[in-house]
């Protein structure tokens, strides 16, 4: 994975099955449902069977999160330093580091736009 890289774009609500059955129906999604420690929520596919996105609970590490906005996930080389430079540039961390899969944390910049940024 590259610095700067998309690498997915979630989703974080209080309704986790009415918006999996919306984008359901409006998109034509499938999903399998997950449970880990300390989330839940469901991976939504592509008619071709691609992962697509995860919808997930705000619930566990994902309760601070800001609710029902798409959170588009970038990849950085150094979590610490991105987050460092957020802040002396304006921006505001959100959501602290915490692990899964990796590290990654949410920020806002400048504009009040948030997005997270992942460490593997």
Do not use: R
């Not at 008619?47 to 999160?65: C, D, Y």
């Not at 029902?68 to 002396?88: A, G, H, M, N, R």
């Amino acid at each position: 994975m590259k610095q700067g890289q998309l690498l997915a774009v979630n989703l974080s609500t209080e309704q986790t099955e009415k918006i999996m059955d919306f984008y359901t129906q409006v998109i034509g999604w499938s999903y399998n449902a997950f449970k880990t420690e300390d989330i839940s929520g469901y991976t939504m596919k592509s008619k071709s069977g691609q992962p697509a996105t995860v919808i997930s609970h705000l619930k566990g590490q994902h309760a601070n999160m800001p609710p029902s906005v798409w959170i588009p996930y970038f990849q950085v080389d150094d979590l610490q330093k991105s987050l460092k430079t957020c802040e002396e540039l304006s921006g505001k961390v959100l959501k602290k580091p915490e692990s899964c899969c990796g590290s990654y944390a949410v920020i806002e910049n400048p504009t009040g736009a948030i997005c997270a940024l992942y460490q593997k």
